[in-house]
């Protein structure tokens, strides 16, 4: 498999080294890519490199995932205008850990495979180097001059905010070329990969190889994920979508995706998604035909939720989906757990209800009326003769009483007047 080409006609390849390309169809050889651990969740930014790396695996090469334990400490300036809040150390092994455990869902580390994917933290490292013999044996060798031509620091010397950057920050490339200086020293690493606005910290490595120890490196970038709308990738009005079921559910990682524009889900489906070009080809052109259907959405959907959070968790945003846009059931509603459930029904007006009132039997009129959902009794009275009445997505009648057993989650009940008209009764 010609690694180069797969990235090149998914669109993924945005610079690369001479001679990358011909050293890799010609040696088996380690690459590593650098993830920053500045949260204990990776976001779905985090998956173009996560992929690459797959890719780079498939291919029979050696991937290496390094968690910046050390780097994290430092802060990366590329990309940013401002400088970063430092981590203490407490919340950067913590982050390191959360990192570390979501790579090995998407990576082979079974030592007993032929080009298993290793694991590194930079700390391990970095942590006995002293400040003297890093200036004297790595800084004598990268200039100053050689270092402002990058442009992550004339962005910043260049901005019109004009806060500069610090010295913590203009060393980050250093500290990042030594790691691709020790890795290249202790396992025989030849290739960093990265985003494309890593390209200046990737080159600044390869050129202390050669300069240290006249070596040869490569460096690969691919290309930063951009929305056709001008929004940023991965970013939703909640924030972040993660990688962490605890931080975004199956069913909003899901619902991400489902939710793409055409024009993106035919740029997603090449990158996110391992499917060959053939199918590719197919699908994008059975969308054309009938976008209405959303086939592109729904196929990188499943594609890359099950391989972030398994199998079950895509069929459990399946079926949430559906609750919540076609027909179900009170006990499918129950089979959701409280999470997915306050995902689906996110903004719907809520009222609090004590436990007692519920334990009692809650009488369907005054459920509706006393609680803000309806205006008065004989507005619900209406709406039942209208048949227009539900709860947990089950028609009701006049005479219905709200029990305990019609909980979901043990503490909701979801009102319903017609087919989009919701109301929460949550008890305390």
């Known amino acids: 498999m010609n690694f180069v080409e797969e990235l090149r006609w998914r669109g ?41 790396l797959m890719h780079f695996q498939k291919a029979g090469h050696n991937p290496i995932a390094l968690v910046g334990g050390a780097t994290g400490m430092v802060g990366d300036p590329s990309g940013k205008s401002d400088e970063r809040n430092l981590l203490d150390e407490a919340t950067l092994n913590k982050n390191v850990a959360g990192v570390k455990s979501q790579l090995a869902r998407f990576l082979n580390f079974d030592s007993t495979t032929k080009n298993a994917a290793q694991l590194v933290n930079n700390y391990d490292w970095m942590k006995e180097i002293s400040l003297i013999e890093f200036v004297r044996d790595i800084g004598k060798h990268i200039t100053v001059n050689y270092m402002m031509a990058k442009d992550s620091v004339k962005k910043r010397l260049d901005s ?65 994920i951009t929305k056709a ?20 559910s199956p069913y909003k990682f899901y619902q991400y995706w489902l939710n793409s524009s055409d024009e993106d889900a035919e740029k997603y489906i090449k990158i996110f998604t391992f499917l060959d070009k053939e199918t590719i080809e197919t699908l994008i052109a059975k969308h054309k035909e009938a976008p209405h259907l959303r086939i592109l959405q729904k196929k990188i959907g499943e594609e890359v939720t099950v391989m972030t959070h398994g199998e079950e968790a895509y069929n459990n945003a399946i079926k949430a989906s559906a609750i919540l846009f076609g027909k179900s059931t009170a006990n499918d509603l129950k089979t959701l757990d409280e999470q997915t459930f306050l995902d689906i029904f996110d903004g719907v007006p809520q009222a609090k209800i004590k436990r007692e009132v519920i334990e009692n039997g809650l009488d369907i009129v005054a459920a ?61």
């Not at 709308?229 to 975004?248: C, E, H, P, V, Y």
């Open 229 to 248: 709308d001008g929004s940023k990738f991965g970013k939703t009005a909640g924030g972040n979508i993660w990688l962490d079921a605890n931080r975004t």
């Open 160 to 224: 019109e905010a004009k806060t500069g950057m610090s010295f913590t920050e203009f060393t980050y490339q250093l500290f990042q070329g030594y790691d691709f200086y020790h890795l290249y020293k202790e396992k025989n690493c030849r290739l960093q990969m990265g985003g494309s606005d890593q390209w200046g910290n990737i080159t600044t490595g390869t050129e202390l190889i050669r300069r240290k120890v006249q070596g040869k490196a490569y460096a690969l970038t691919c290309k930063l």
């Open 368 to 428: 509706f009326a006393e609680n803000g959902f309806l205006k008065s009794n004989g507005e619900v009275r209406r709406a039942l003769k209208e048949n227009s009445i539900s709860v947990n997505k089950e028609k009701i009648k006049e005479d219905f009483v709200i029990t305990i057993s019609d909980l979901i989650a043990d503490k909701y009940v979801l009102l319903q007047r017609g087919k989009k008209s919701y109301f929460l009764l949550k008890v305390v």
């Open 12 to 52: 993924m390849l945005h610079d690369i080294t001479p001679e990358t390309e011909e050293y890799l169809l010609k040696n088996k050889t380690t690459g590593y890519i650098g993830f920053d651990p500045t949260a204990d969740s990776l976001h779905i930014g985090s998956l173009v490199p996560i992929i690459l």
